[in-house]
């Protein structure tokens, strides 16, 4: 667009040139930008989530031998999904972090209901 005689070159002089590959800040929005707000008030919606699905699990589940309260999946969707349809991802973002155990790498509603999902 730079070399299009019909853009407006004022608006692409004032964009920021882009990070080189490697740079810390590559594939980052610009520092106090909406976009970076957008994204970290996001990542605070999703990490409330995942505190929430934590307390569901407790009061839920069962503590087993080891002290680790499980539930199984089935319980946990049919008590989960009254607060939010995003059981799973919710779910996949928590085990991402270390905060639940569980196999396989995706649970289906049906197929995976005895699947124990153990908080840690």
């Known amino acids: 667009q730079r070399k299009n005689p019909f853009s407006n070159q004022a608006r692409l002089a004032s964009k920021a040139p882009h990070a080189p590959r490697g740079d810390a800040t590559y594939g980052r929005p610009p520092e106090g930008s909406r976009t970076e707000q957008r994204g970290k008030d996001a990542h605070s919606h999703v990490g409330k989530e995942v505190e929430e699905l934590c307390l569901v699990i407790r009061r839920t589940g069962e503590v087993g031998e ?18 939010s349809n995003k059981v799973v991802g919710i779910l996949l973002r928590a085990r991402k972090h270390g905060l639940v155990r569980f196999e396989g790498e995706m649970l289906w509603q049906g197929k995976d209901d005895d699947v124990v999902i153990t908080l840690l």
Request: proline share 0%; no cysteine; glycine share 12%.
């Open 66 to 83: 080891d002290g680790h309260v499980s539930v199984t999946f089935g319980q946990l969707f049919e008590t989960y999904v009254t607060i």
